[in-house]
């Protein structure tokens, strides 16, 4: 009678030992699942703070695309087809235009000697550019080597932008594309801002910076600061590795320039057509394809009123309400609704002296 009674006792064990093994593994299991959800958690505020445009002016506005599921982008879009959404009440309209019919536009250009030919042959695609757009726009031409000098200020003569192309090559030269950059936004200092007029620049360089003392990204966040979008032109230079000759990569933060203030990055030929420059090196199919950029965007922002000045941070939202349809506002990627913080301070209430 001993032996049935061991064996039952032996399967009570095994059968004990096996729950708890089993209820083990399940509390593992589920120990697992909540870390992976607070991870994961964790990682959608992350990335959430991150997409927050950060706003500290009375009039915000911010040029963006618009495009469909397949990436098209859209045409004929009103005020309308955008909601702002102000639980806080700070804001006392929202502002949209279509397209960009009157630019402020600067181009700066590398006066390196291996560019000075090609970037001489595009003057008359240049400024057709500008002279694309309203009588009402403004143009300025900037050139650079180890420092950049501004040759034709703000104004509406296409006659001197255009003989501002035509430049002696420098030798054996330093190139500072990124201290350029920063005087190409420093040009806006004096404009009064003006929300229907669209600020941009094209640096037109070989990408190889060895002089600059501004780093990309203060370049990038005082374009940011004043809506200034960069359209970054690469002519290439050719090295041999692998027994082929293939592009120098730009300077860390060049492509970035454009990508991060709202613009483009173009590289121009490759090293097939570097055997044809003067079919490669063709910047006309560039500025017809900023040009279509431009006019293919809109912009959206949203005016502030006095109640904001309480030095508290607000948040708002632009939300796109068609179906279908995501935007991109700069650096920040496509979404349906974009995030807005705002903080302001009280004006200075104090009267002037004297």
Same mark, same amino acid.
């Given at each position: 009678?001993?032996?049935?009674?061991?064996?039952?006792?032996?399967?009570?064990?095994?059968?004990?030992?096996?729950?708890?093994?089993?209820?083990?593994?399940?509390?593992?299991?589920?120990?697992?699942?909540?870390?992976?959800?607070?991870?994961?958690?964790?990682?959608?505020?992350?990335?959430?703070?991150?997409?927050?445009?950060?706003?500290?002016?009375?009039?915000?506005?911010?040029?963006?695309?618009?495009?469909?599921?397949?990436?098209?982008?859209?045409?004929?879009?009103?005020?309308?087809?955008?909601?702002?959404? =102000?639980?806080? &009440?700070?804001?006392?309209?929202?502002?949209?235009?279509?397209?960009? =019919?009157?630019?402020?536009?600067?181009?700066? #250009?590398?006066?390196?000697?291996?560019?000075?030919?090609?970037?001489?042959?595009?003057?008359?695609?240049?400024?057709?550019?500008?002279?694309?757009?309203?009588?009402?726009?403004?143009?300025?031409?900037?050139?650079?080597?180890?420092?950049?000098?501004?040759?034709?200020?703000?104004?509406?003569?296409?006659?001197?932008?255009?003989?501002?192309?035509?430049?002696?090559?420098?030798?054996?030269?330093?190139?500072?594309?990124?201290?350029?950059?920063?005087?190409?936004?420093?040009?806006?200092?004096?404009?009064?801002?003006?929300?229907?007029?669209?600020?941009?620049?094209?640096?037109?360089?070989?990408? #190889?910076?060895?002089?600059?003392?501004?780093?990309?990204?203060?370049?990038?966040?005082?374009?940011?600061?004043?809506?200034?979008?960069?359209?970054?032109?690469?002519?290439?230079?050719?090295?041999?590795?692998?027994?082929?000759?293939?592009?120098?990569?730009?300077?860390? &933060?060049?492509?970035?320039?454009?990508?991060?203030?709202?613009?483009?990055?173009?590289?121009?030929?490759?090293?097939?057509?570097?055997?044809?420059?003067?079919?490669?090196?063709?910047?006309?199919p560039v500025f017809?394809?900023?040009?279509e950029d431009l006019?293919?965007?809109?912009?959206? &922002?949203?005016?502030?009123?006095?109640?904001?000045?309480?030095?508290?941070?607000?948040?708002?939202?632009?939300?796109?309400?068609?179906?279908?349809?995501?935007?991109?506002?700069?650096?920040?990627?496509?979404?349906?609704?974009?995030?807005?913080?705002?903080k302001l301070s009280?004006?200075?209430?104090?009267?002037?002296?004297?």
């Amino acid at each position: 009678m001993s032996v049935p009674s061991v064996a039952l006792n032996s399967r009570l064990v095994t059968s004990g030992a096996s729950r708890l093994t089993s209820l083990r593994n399940q509390i593992i299991r589920i120990l697992a699942l909540l870390l992976w959800a607070w991870c994961c958690s964790t990682a959608v505020l992350a990335q959430t703070d991150d997409d927050v445009v950060r706003v500290s002016t009375d009039l915000s506005v911010f040029p963006i695309r618009v495009t469909d599921k397949n990436r098209h982008a859209v045409p004929g879009l009103k005020v309308s087809d955008f909601q702002l959404q =102000d639980r806080d &009440g700070i804001t006392t309209s929202m502002y949209f235009a279509a397209g960009a =019919d009157r630019v402020a536009l600067v181009f700066a #250009l590398d006066q390196s000697g291996s560019l000075r030919e090609v970037i001489s042959q595009q003057r008359d695609a240049a400024v057709g550019l500008f002279e694309h757009f309203s009588t009402a726009s403004r143009v300025a031409v900037i050139r650079f080597a180890e420092k950049p000098e501004t040759i034709v200020g703000f104004g509406n003569d296409s006659q001197a932008a255009r003989a501002a192309f035509d430049f002696s090559p420098g030798i054996n030269r330093h190139t500072a594309i990124f201290d350029a950059a920063a005087a190409a936004v420093r040009t806006f200092d004096d404009s009064v801002r003006d929300p229907a007029e669209r600020r941009i620049v094209i640096l037109v360089s070989d990408g #190889l910076d060895n002089a600059s003392s501004t780093s990309p990204a203060r370049v990038i966040a005082a374009a940011q600061e004043q809506n200034i979008s960069f359209y970054t032109i690469q002519i290439p230079l050719f090295e041999p590795r692998e027994g082929r000759l293939q592009v120098r990569g730009p300077a860390k &933060g060049f492509r970035e320039l454009a990508e991060k203030t709202g613009g483009k990055y173009f590289l121009v030929g490759n090293a097939r057509a570097a055997l044809a420059p003067a079919q490669s090196q063709d910047l006309y199919p560039v500025f017809k394809a900023i040009e279509e950029d431009l006019r293919s965007q809109y912009v959206v &922002g949203f005016y502030v009123g006095e109640s904001a000045r309480d030095d508290r941070t607000h948040q708002l939202s632009i939300n796109i309400s068609r179906p279908g349809l995501v935007y991109s506002v700069a650096q920040y990627g496509y979404a349906r609704t974009h995030h807005f913080s705002v903080k302001l301070s009280p004006r200075d209430s104090g009267k002037p002296p004297g």
